[in-house]
């Protein structure tokens, strides 16, 4: 057998690829523009075009995949004071154990905590009430940095795998998971702080950018679908794995709020609300993002 | 220890069109933490690949690859079944080697 | 009570139920939220726990899906203008270049920004303005082109310099922040801001 090698490609995920792409992208936008017109609503300009091709190319190797095996070590390992692993302790809804559908289904009302959780959230109560770890140990450096990623990031990238091309069901026939998307939805339209912006500011309706960035409109289903779809995501800056908890932190960050405790009613209110707006649309699992 | 690679391994006509995903760090050693120290240098510096006991990629890599880098390439004269082994070396002397079989 | 007399109350109070059943409950659910928002967050970086309170043009905006009835929203928008604190020495017009890159910057006022640094205007984030910067947001009209379209008299000016001073003296739940009201922005910044917008130079304006 005569093995040739007929091409390697080293595909560094955040320097080699995007940079022609973007290179090409920026030298489009450089055109002069017609005087005084702002694009239109769901016109999409040459860089988001770009990006989505080497999106793309990126979903097929995602590195959110090495985060994903290492999360499914983590389930079935026995870990924390009790030993105990979280496939035989942990209920995310759906029964012990069971990961298959189980984001898409999250946030839901567990009557065993008797709150309503994110699947992130239910997930650390699993880590704290069954394998005995301190919540303060884990709340303290709950997200990826560019040093370190967080256990938890890990078992939520596996178990949102498992709902990959499954449709979004939070129960909202549930009384308790309903009126915890009506809070989320209050909590979205709240403004406050020093530049009086809410979540709706930005997010609030159709058609907006900031800067480059398209603002899905998270009112609506497809909107909402745009808030809950890549998370959690692969951030090719930094190459850092990031949770859609985080991802609501950010945005406060950027609304000049202070920061909403790690795993706390607000945080799974408003997913409630995001997640179950886009309730019956399909979630393609973890992503990549910029 | 270094945490597994991602192999992914598939037959297209007679060519096997192999994916790798390392995890990796791939520190460049000119990148500065919060505290504005720098960070320092830590890379995969050797890459192996053996096809069916066969050598087939000899490489070298430095640090101008990206944290948790893809490697993806064709492999002409591969049959379904044979085993792909990839391993790597870093230069702290960190090594992790996982394989996969390719698939039909 | 006489039945028609209870059926002309029955019919009397229809309309009023009608129209406070929904926005009670929705006021139940506001304050709920209001008090998970209390105990949820933690201050972080230069972003207090005092953020999260409503001044009153907040809570009016707030409780009314951010459309005041307009006699409120008046009389709101005069105690705003009131407060609109114009250069004593009546110089409204500073420096087109300053103000376009104070325009560019989106720095300050996140637990991450360093309380030490200068706000930035945070302009593009929401406004196309100067025709070379393509990245520019769309949440605010264009402003390409404004000086040419308005003129640069002493009107237009001081509506610029108190619409970036503080918005919400134009329109009440406006999107846009209150920059010069909060402190953000200082009277030099905002006369630079001002002459991106109105100096014939400009690259707005050619």
């Known amino acids: ?290 | 220890m270094a945490d597994p690679m991602k192999i992914r391994a598939q037959m297209k006509g007679d060519v096997a069109e192999v994916r790798v995903l390392m995890a990796h760090a791939m520190e460049t050693g000119q990148r500065k933490d919060n505290a504005g120290n720098l960070v320092p240098a830590h890379f995969i510096q050797q890459v192996t690949v053996e096809v069916g006991g066969k050598l087939v990629i000899q490489g070298q890599t430095g640090t101008s690859v990206s944290r948790n880098p893809v490697f993806a390439f064709k492999v002409k004269g591969a049959k379904a079944g044979d085993k792909v082994v990839v391993n790597w070396v870093d230069n702290k002397g960190d090594k992790r080697t996982d394989e996969a079989a390719i698939a039909a | 009570m006489h039945p028609k007399n209870l059926a002309l109350a029955a019919c009397a109070a229809l309309p009023f139920l009608a129209a406070t059943q929904p926005a009670q409950a929705d006021a139940d659910r506001r304050a709920v939220a209001m008090a998970v928002i209390k105990k949820d967050f933690e201050p972080r970086g230069q972003a207090g726990l005092d953020r999260l309170a409503e001044d009153g043009l907040q809570t009016l905006c707030n409780r009314t899906g951010n459309n005041p009835p307009a006699y409120v929203a008046q009389r709101l928008e005069a105690d705003q203008m009131a407060g609109i604190r114009y250069p004593s020495d009546g110089k409204l017009l500073g420096d087109w270049k300053q103000g376009e890159q104070i325009a560019q910057s989106g720095r300050g006022f996140t637990w991450t920004d360093n309380p030490g640094l200068p706000v930035g205007g945070n302009c593009y984030n929401c406004h196309q303005i100067a025709p070379k910067e393509q990245s520019f947001g769309t949440v605010g009209p264009s402003l390409y082109q404004f000086g040419k379209l308005r003129g640069n008299g002493p009107d237009i000016q001081k509506y610029v310099y108190g619409k970036i001073f503080n918005a919400k003296a134009f329109n009440l739940c406006s999107e846009m922040p209150r920059f010069g009201h909060v402190g953000a922005l200082n009277e030099q910044q905002i006369r630079h801001l001002v002459a991106l917008l109105l100096d014939p130079e400009s690259p707005v304006n050619k």
């Open chain 1, 1 to 290: 057998m005569r093995i040739a090698l007929i091409l390697a490609v080293a595909t560094a995920t955040a320097a080699a690829l995007p940079i022609p792409g973007w290179a090409q992208a920026k030298a489009a936008a450089r055109k002069p523009p017609p005087p005084a017109a702002a694009p239109k609503a769901e016109e999409k300009d040459a860089a988001t075009l770009e990006f989505e091709k080497f999106r793309a190319e990126m979903e097929d190797s995602n590195p959110a995949e090495l985060f994903e095996a290492k999360g499914e070590e983590l389930w079935k390992a026995r870990r924390g004071p009790r030993n105990v692993s979280l496939a035989e302790s942990c209920d995310l809804g759906l029964g012990v154990g069971v990961v298959k559908g189980a984001y898409v289904q999250t946030p839901r009302h567990y009557p065993d905590a008797g709150a309503v959780m994110d699947a992130e959230r239910r997930i650390v109560w699993c880590m704290v009430e069954k394998q005995g770890f301190n919540f303060d140990d884990i709340a303290k450096r709950p997200f990826a940095s560019d040093t370190h990623t967080p256990d938890i990031t890990s078992l939520v990238t596996y178990v949102a795998a498992q709902s990959k091309n499954m449709k979004l069901a939070v129960p909202l026939d549930d009384p308790k998971v309903r009126e915890a998307y009506e809070i989320g939805k209050e909590i979205a339209a709240y403004r406050a702080g020093p530049y009086d912006f809410s979540c709706n500011t930005c997010h609030g309706a159709d058609g907006k950018r900031i800067r480059m960035q398209a603002l899905p409109n998270i009112s609506t289903p497809q909107g909402a679908l745009r808030g809950v779809q890549g998370w959690p995501g692969y951030r090719m800056t930094g190459g850092v794995m990031l949770t859609h908890q985080w991802r609501m932190g950010d945005c406060f960050r950027q609304q000049r709020f202070p920061q909403p405790k790690y795993a706390s009613d607000a945080v799974a209110y408003l997913l409630t609300y995001l997640i179950g707006t886009a309730n019956g649309l399909e979630y393609k699992g973890p992503g990549i993002k910029r």
